[in-house]
């Protein structure tokens, strides 16, 4: 008996599955928070290592041939990440949270051990070379991957296995920003779980444990140092507010930008070409603004600390820092190129996410709009204070995620004197967007293909369910031209009420209701005079499906017929079954219950 089998019998025996998910909460926050402090640990150093190298390469060398190294180092990152994928991974890598929430919503919970490893080492080789994306996401996706395989090691429902996806999630993400109620939230926004009883002490315990890990290993600092010098007052709320609808456009405009991108790079079938390309495109914005090189949290902490000079920092536009038109055109151009930049690292062959990426542009929005404020005569506005509040804003915009980006940004920054101002400006940007973008960055693309179980329980439901199993055969048919005397031979063996009557091709004609039937079946003299013909009900294109069809068509069928069974169909007329209304419902329950946690 295998080592899996035996543990997985003497917990049967001892431990209750929910005693049991409370105590692998734990394990599952401790392991995730110890792959985010290992992501940040392996980033820094890798980064001081390539600078280090860049530095010793190009000493005395003259700012040209610096120049050319900075413009290499990204296409050095993703031909490194490409080649780990292709020769040590030997597989798709997956497509970070996207594939986490199809995972939930088709394949209970389940992802593959790889995915507990490979996110980790692709994402720092990219980021550490100057991929223009963040690690947020490649580490929800690990922390995912563990939580997901501890509960299928341990053979446990599918629900628990999906609450344990859940508390990786949420553990990565406190670990790697120590803020572990916006790490719960985190998993309640983006995944849509219910927070029930069941799965709020399982997230809490696991986010805890991971924030824990992270103050312990890491200390106890936040991700930006930031202090706020002019408290909020009710008279900026306007300037909240158009800070919350230019948050939204470029909320937006980071969602279509990313999908142009990305899909012309899909078309390119050759991955060196796609290298090659992204690689000069992305090394070409880095040489002329440097804070598009790696994540950007550099530029974000100098932003809050008042300190805008970081954004000419080793650039050839350095000569105009002291120009306020200047900057305001360079940060207008960071906030183009920094979702162009991250769309070309994914799409040429990089791995990273779009998480950190919305800070910076959010980061930038704020600044930007603040100091344009101030420099046409607008009343004066703190631009540090913009500055994250915007943060908040463009992550509600591309995340659909308004209370975690909100309670986020203040933990990570310590800013919790502007909670009203980051509350409002994030609802502004939500309701701005909501009209154009129904969906989250992961889950727009699954949502239009109907994969997405999470975010529209109902369709995604009948969307996900087999029609194939549901169809009854139990019918006992009869055939065009068979007469009364047939048919009550057939009555004689059939348990239902309901005939169907097939031609001599199988193609479905009507049925024969027992009811119609009955006044007639004991009078022996028409059993050679009626035929099944005289008997039958043709049926309307409202009494038929199709195989063909999507689940939903049937429900409305259902619903405004007020029928109970639908005949079943091939795209050739040949008849297949029955579907009943009981048993469609029925097993309709029944998904939700195994796939969700109502």
């Not at 949420?170 to 995944?191: D, M, Q, S, Y």
């Not at 600044?367 to 908040?392: E, R």
Request: some cysteine; hydrophobic content about 50%; glycine content about 8%.
């Amino acid at each position: 008996m295998g080592l899996s089998r035996k543990i997985h019998r003497w917990r049967l025996r001892h431990l209750s599955e929910n005693v049991l998910v409370m105590l692998l909460a734990v394990v599952v926050g401790l392991l995730s928070g110890l792959a985010a402090v290992a992501l940040k640990t392996l980033v820094y150093h890798s980064s001081r290592l390539v600078t280090l190298l860049s530095g010793q390469w190009s000493e005395g060398s003259g700012q040209i041939v610096t120049s050319l190294f900075i413009f290499l180092l990204p296409a050095i990152g993703i031909l490194l990440t490409v080649l780990f994928v292709r020769y040590v991974v030997r597989g798709d890598i997956g497509h970070g949270l996207p594939s986490v929430l199809l995972a939930i919503s088709r394949n209970n919970s389940e992802l593959p051990a790889k995915n507990m490893w490979s996110s980790l080492v692709a994402s720092t080789i990219t980021v550490a070379f100057g991929g223009s994306v963040g690690l947020e996401a490649p580490i929800a996706s690990t922390g995912s991957a563990i939580g997901s395989n501890i509960g299928r090691w341990l053979r446990l429902s599918p629900k628990s296995v999906r609450l344990l996806l859940g508390c990786g999630a949420a553990g990565a993400i406190a670990g790697i920003f120590k803020a572990p109620f916006a790490a719960i939230l985190f998993v309640v926004e983006v995944f849509l779980f219910d927070l029930t009883a069941t799965t709020a002490l399982p997230l809490l315990l696991s986010s805890l444990t991971a924030a824990t890990v992270a103050y312990f290993l890491m200390g106890t600092g936040v991700q930006f140092s930031f202090t706020v010098n002019h408290p909020f007052a009710l008279s900026q709320l306007p300037q909240y507010a158009m800070l919350g609808v230019f948050c939204a456009m470029v909320s937006l405009y980071f969602l279509r930008i990313s999908d142009h991108v990305e899909g012309w790079f899909s078309k390119r079938k050759s991955p060196w070409a796609k290298l090659a390309i992204g690689g000069a495109v992305l090394g070409l914005m880095v040489v002329i603004f440097p804070p598009l090189y790696g994540e950007g949290y550099s530029t974000l902490t100098a932003l809050l600390n008042g300190n805008p000079d970081i954004i000419f920092n080793n650039s050839p536009l350095h000569i105009w820092k002291d120009n306020i038109w200047v900057t305001l055109v360079v940060l207008f151009a960071l906030i183009v190129l920094k979702a162009i930049a991250t769309a070309t690292t994914i799409g040429s062959g990089g791995v990273g996410g779009t998480f950190g990426p919305s800070l910076v542009l959010g980061g930038l929005s704020g600044y930007f709009i603040a100091t344009l404020g101030n420099t046409i005569g607008l009343p004066p506005q703190d631009t540090a204070n913009f500055a994250l509040v915007g943060m908040a804003a463009v992550m509600t915009g591309v995340m659909h995620a308004p209370f975690m980006a909100t309670f986020l940004i203040a933990d990570i920054t310590g800013g919790y004197e502007l909670l009203v101002p980051l509350l409002a400006t994030a609802a502004v940007t939500y309701i701005c967007i909501m009209p154009f973008e129904r969906h989250s960055i992961y889950a727009r693309k699954l949502a239009k293909h109907g994969d997405l179980l999470t975010h529209d329980k109902d369709s995604s439901a009948w969307h996900l369910m087999d029609m194939g199993s549901l169809i009854e055969t139990n019918f006992v048919i009869v055939r065009s031209g068979n007469m009364l005397r047939d048919l009550v031979e057939v009555i004689q063996t059939s348990r239902r009420n309901i005939f169907p009557v097939l031609s001599d091709d199988d193609k479905f004609m009507g049925v024969v209701l027992l009811d119609d039937v009955r006044k007639i079946m004991f009078r022996s003299e028409l059993y050679d005079n009626v035929t099944v013909d005289e008997l039958m009900h043709p049926m309307s294109e409202g009494d038929l499906v199709r195989n063909s069809d999507n689940l939903t068509d049937v429900v409305e069928k259902f619903r405004v017929g007020n029928r109970y069974n639908l005949v079943v169909i091939d795209d050739n007329g040949n008849y297949l079954g029955f579907l009943s209304r009981a048993n469609t419902f029925s097993a309709y329950r029944r998904f939700i219950s195994d796939t969700t946690d109502e």
